[in-house]
């Protein structure tokens, strides 16, 4: 399967700060990637689709200035969380994956803002 | 709306003992795909099994297999002969349908937490 890999895992940023994320499909040419976010003991919520070369498509409710995708390459999308709040506090993952493959996940980053 | 179901927060089971996972699923498409994932507490997301809704056998992958019942729209994890490593959170999840847009993202049920005792 395709090997994926997250950057950082953990991160701890003060409160006002940015902090960006790295997604790379180190063996699959990903057009699109997909992130998404965990609460504490919750599901898995897809925030954004990434698509390489264009904009990134955003699920209702995830505000596309707070988080911030770049898909510049078939191999890397960045996802920054700018000037985070404590509420932003979360578990990002990423994946990539289409129609006919199975989704590939990343190491996820757990993000706590202070 | 497409939707994925489990209704146990919680399960426990014996080593070496069978375990069922329960997970519901709602869709119209006609062509979709079933995902079980791992969580385990580091938080990174392994692949355990897929069923294809055109698929016509259950499948299996080593201990893990699924009870698919298409007309009943659900589709069950079976994991045989639980070890202790096999305690984790376990996600249904399904692919939305390639209509309107969608590209392959996978929409998740709550999850099952899954405690092996020895």
């Known amino acids: 399967g395709a090997v994926v890999s997250q950057h950082p895992s953990r991160v701890i940023c003060k409160s006002g700060t940015s902090v960006k994320i790295e997604c790379r499909s180190l063996?699959?040419?990903?057009?699109?990637m997909f992130w998404y976010r965990q609460f504490p003991k919750k599901s898995l919520m897809l925030m954004a689709t990434s698509n390489e070369g264009s904009k990134a498509t955003y699920e209702q409710g995830v505000e596309k200035d707070k988080f911030l995708i770049n898909h510049a390459s078939l191999t890397l999308s960045t996802l920054t969380v700018t000037s985070a709040h404590p509420e932003d506090s979360s578990f990002y993952i990423c994946?990539?994956?289409?129609?006919?493959?199975?989704?590939?996940f990343g190491q996820g980053t757990r993000l706590t803002v202070v | 709306a497409q939707k994925i179901t489990q209704t146990q927060p919680g399960m426990f089971v014996q080593e070496k003992e069978a375990v069922t996972l329960d997970c519901t699923y709602d869709?119209?498409?006609?062509?979709?795909?079933l995902f079980w994932y791992k969580q385990p507490s580091s938080g990174e997301m392994i692949f355990l099994i897929y069923q294809g809704s055109y698929d016509e056998q259950n499948a299996t992958e080593g201990r893990y297999s699924l009870n698919f019942q298409k007309a009943r729209k659900s589709a069950n994890l079976v994991i045989s002969a639980s070890q202790l490593g096999d305690s984790a959170m376990y996600f249904c999840a399904m692919r939305a349908g390639n209509y309107g847009g969608s590209q392959g993202n996978l929409i998740f049920g709550k999850g099952t937490k899954l405690s092996v005792k020895p």
């Open positions: 869709t119209s498409d006609q062509s979709y795909g």
């Open positions: 063996d699959f040419q990903a057009t699109t």
């Open positions: 994946s990539v994956g289409n129609m006919n493959t199975e989704a590939f």
